[in-house]
Nanobody
């Protein structure tokens, strides 16, 4: 599966952005999907994800209540709605697909994901 992330940009603190991850080659219903981010000088970290069956989502504590992960199977696209953005959310955001785990599980480790998009930069100004 090939992944193409988009939707990043510059936004003021308190603002919103919606990231999209369009998949091609395979249907997203075959994968759990995750969003990760990497800030300068930091390791890539899990942000949010949705399970293979679409019935479960999981969020990092730092974004819980502010970010929402969803998918549209008909469009073969996963979304990350980001509200109440903070300067510490500034990072390159990556979407990824995982074929591991059970149908209702959201993997959180980077090595659980075999397929990665190219990343989209989100910059939140204070």
């Amino acid at each position: 599966v090939q992944l193409q992330a988009s939707g990043g940009g510059l936004v003021q603190a308190g603002g919103s952005l919606r990231l999209s991850c369009a998949a091609s080659g395979r249907t997203l219903s075959n994968y759990a999907m995750g969003w990760f981010r990497q800030a300068p000088g930091k390791e890539r970290e899990f942000v949010a994800g949705i399970s293979w069956d679409g019935g479960s989502t999981y969020y990092a504590d730092s974004v819980k209540g502010r970010f929402t992960c969803s998918r549209d199977i008909a469009k073969n696209t996963v979304y990350l709605q980001m509200n109440s953005l903070k300067p510490e959310d500034t990072a390159v955001y990556y979407c990824a697909a995982s074929a591991s785990g059970t149908y209702s599980y959201v993997p959180r480790r980077t090595d659980s994901y075999a397929y990665w998009g190219q990343g989209t930069l989100v910059t939140v100004s204070s």
